[in-house]
């Protein structure tokens, strides 16, 4: 009952998502408003906005930026909010604003629009998170986004000069520093006995965990070496009746 409960919740939250990314994105085209000035352009007063408005934002020339980075969006934001409720809404708005200061700071100076950046830091936080805490359901979710999206990383190298590489490969580093920082934080593996009793002090029952202790034989009196002599000791009981003189 829970789990349907999380698991609606993430969807709605995944959908609010990308619902105003595509509301942004038909007012920008259907008026002409240039929103793209709202982008992050490093190192200037007026770019800081941008660290806000920028991954809503997306390409007016034509349909496929904001078409590719919805479904990756979509995905990871619920994969996110189902997994690690608890720290869901903590890691989503680091990872949104680590990756944007970081494009501020670092960035080459152009506009930087789309929500790509931010979409990396998911992939690389779910990923890492997955492995660092041996949970197999968790890693599971890992391996199923590098199956989906292994080929992301090729994003984060400067293959083309109209993509924000810079956002990929900061994003990527955001989800990383986030996953090592919640490390101990939202789902754990389980424990398996032999770790509880440890913790717990308990002695392990079973045979596979501990050895039997050795208990060390009582000494034995040494012998007399045989002389060839043979020495008889015979008992006569005394009688009951005693003679009268």
């Known amino acids: 009952m829970l789990q349907n409960k999380v698991a609606r919740i993430a969807l709605i939250i995944s959908f609010l998502l990308v619902f105003t990314m595509w509301f942004i994105h038909v ?18 007063p007026s770019g800081l906005i941008g660290i806000i408005a920028a991954p809503f934002i997306h390409s007016t020339a ?15 934001t619920w994969l996110l909010f189902y997994h690690y409720r608890t720290i869901a809404t903590r890691v989503f708005v680091i990872i949104y604003l680590l990756t944007g200061m970081a494009m501020w700071l670092l960035a080459r100076d152009s506009y930087h629009i789309g929500m790509s950046g931010v979409i990396y830091g998911l992939t690389s936080f ?7 805490r ?26 083309a000069v109209n993509i924000s590489w810079e956002g990929h490969a900061l994003g990527f580093f955001a989800g990383l520093i986030v996953a090592v920082l919640y490390k101990y934080k939202g789902p754990q593996p389980q424990k398996l006995r032999y770790e509880l009793e440890e913790e717990l002090g308990i002695e392990p029952e079973s045979e596979y965990w501990k050895e039997e202790p050795v208990i060390p034989a009582e000494p034995q009196p ?17 009688s009951t009746e005693e003679k009268k003189d």
């Open 222 to 238: 040494e012998k007399e070496p045989e002389s060839g002599i043979e020495i008889r000791y015979e008992y006569k009981p005394k």
């Open 27 to 44: 007012i920008n085209l259907g008026f002409d408003l240039e929103l793209y000035h709202y982008g992050i352009l490093p190192q200037t």
């Open 62 to 76: 034509d349909w496929g930026h904001l078409f590719n980075n919805s479904v990756p969006a979509f995905i990871l």
């Open 126 to 132: 779910l990923v890492f998170s997955g492995f660092f």
């Open 134 to 159: 041996k949970n197999m359901r968790v890693a599971a979710v890992s391996l199923f986004i590098i199956f989906l999206y292994g080929s992301m990383v090729w994003g984060i190298f400067p293959t």
